[in-house]
């Protein structure tokens, strides 16, 4: 089995500005903008909030409730009203998708999707940032891997609910991918077998973040000790070079790499990685 942390929803690339925390912890990840036709920010709830309000808020005006949103993943039943067989969905396509196809990610495989957050206020119903507040990397959400299918050779009459998707709405690719969320969270030594198979963390919780807290840079992060690797133990991908970790009295330090998308490893190398998945979901 492999965990994969995967970079996903606004951050200083795309879209320009950090996911909100609000007052109250709660916490949502905004879809990155999309140019193509379909889905637009005003289209998606996060109640009592929509989108299109909140992107108009945080990007002074920059990101329009009608600009089109590319949600992936889609993961949150109540982001938009729902086929009836609606499953949480995730796509992939170019690079990203064959470093997945390389390293042999497939049913059952757990992404873990983590993304740049800042604490936000209602200032008089208008959604704005902290002053003061730093930018975090912070685990938001997670769909462990039921199906896998190649969007332009499957046949799409099996999947109607899924049509909606950006991911089926785009040219010809033939390396355009989509992992199905399972229905029930499978992992060793887990209590509660109703886990949904995906979903979003409602609320920030310490544990989520990744960014180190003693620090200004938010890729630099703070692991558990386990996540070092040691001689023997293969390095989460695309951070191979030992000069990014560093042991710490709280853990590992990683500095990561730049937009990297997707980084994975290996839990037969890692199993202590379960232990710490089922505390983030509070199942340990």
């Not at 109607?160 to 089926?168: E, K, L, M, Q």
């Not at 996540?227 to 293969?234: D, V």
């Not at 709280?250 to 505390?279: A, H, M, S």
Request: one cysteine or more.
């Amino acid at each position: 089995m492999k965990i994969i942390l995967s970079r996903k929803g606004f951050d200083s690339g795309s879209g320009g500005n950090p996911s909100p925390i609000f007052p109250d912890g709660r916490m949502i990840s905004i879809p990155i903008p999309d140019d193509q036709p379909g889905i637009k920010y005003k289209d998606i709830c996060f109640p009592p909030y929509n989108f299109g309000s909140l992107v108009a808020d945080l990007t002074g005006g920059n990101t329009s409730p009608a600009d089109g949103a590319h949600l992936d993943p889609d993961i949150r039943a109540e982001s938009l009203p729902r086929h009836p067989q609606w499953r949480p969905l995730f796509g992939q396509v170019g690079s990203a998708q064959s470093h997945l196809e390389n390293n042999g990610v497939q049913a059952g495989d757990l992404f873990l999707f983590f993304g740049l957050f800042r604490k936000v206020i209602d200032d008089s119903g208008k959604i704005t940032y902290q002053k003061g507040s730093p930018n975090r990397h912070i685990i938001w959400g997670w769909l462990q891997i039921d199906e896998v299918i190649n969007v332009d050779s499957c046949d799409r009459s099996q999947y109607p609910w899924a049509t909606y998707h950006p991911h089926f709405n785009r040219r010809p690719d033939k390396k355009n991918t989509m992992y199905i969320g399972s229905r029930y969270l499978k992992l060793p030594g887990m209590r509660n077998r109703t886990v949904p198979g995906a979903g979003a963390f409602p609320a920030f919780k310490e544990k989520m973040q990744l960014t180190a807290s003693s620090v200004t840079t938010c890729s630099h992060w703070e692991l558990p000790s386990w996540f070092f690797p040691q001689k023997g133990r293969t390095p989460m991908t695309y951070h191979g070079n030992r000069d990014r970790w560093e042991r710490t009295q709280n853990g590992t330090r990683l500095k990561t790499v730049g937009r990297g998308q997707e980084f994975i490893l290996n839990c037969d190398e890692y199993p202590e990685v379960f232990g710490w998945v089922r505390g983030l979901l509070g199942n340990s």
